[in-house]
């Protein structure tokens, strides 16, 4: 069975920091893109940041740049996030894109066929 499971999520108080990851069994994570995906109550999902299956090549959303910082290593993806704020408030997702070794990665959504569970972010005073 195909499973992404993500971890790391929690409360933490404006300006803290987190770090997600994100893991998978029944399949080789290295081989494939991975997305970082947020949604917070009432606002649709929103792109936050990717990295291509070699980590060669990383893009994110502008409201989360220069705060946000996604990585790879031993067959898990990170997500480690600083200077948090409300608005960054919200479950993120972990994301498989559709195609082995893809050498670059978007934020659309609808390229990532597999999903993790969700891991909940408050950042909250």
């Known amino acids: 069975q195909l499973q992404l499971v993500e971890s790391g999520g929690g409360s933490v108080q404006p300006g803290g920091s987190l770090r997600l990851s994100c893991s998978a069994s029944g399949f080789t994570l290295d081989y494939y893109a991975i997305g970082w995906f947020r949604q917070a109550p009432g606002k649709e999902r929103e792109g936050v940041s990717c990295i291509s299956y070699s980590g060669g090549f990383t893009d994110y959303a502008d409201s989360v740049k220069g705060r946000f910082t996604i990585s790879r290593d031993n067959a898990k993806v990170y997500l480690q996030m600083n200077s948090l704020k409300p608005e960054d408030t919200a479950v993120y997702y972990c994301?498989?894109?559709?195609?082995?070794?893809?050498?670059?990665?978007?934020?659309?959504?609808?390229?990532?066929?597999?999903w993790g569970q969700g891991t909940q972010v408050t950042v909250s005073s």
């Open positions: 994301a498989v894109h559709r195609m082995e070794f893809y050498r670059q990665c978007v934020l659309t959504g609808s390229q990532y066929p597999g």
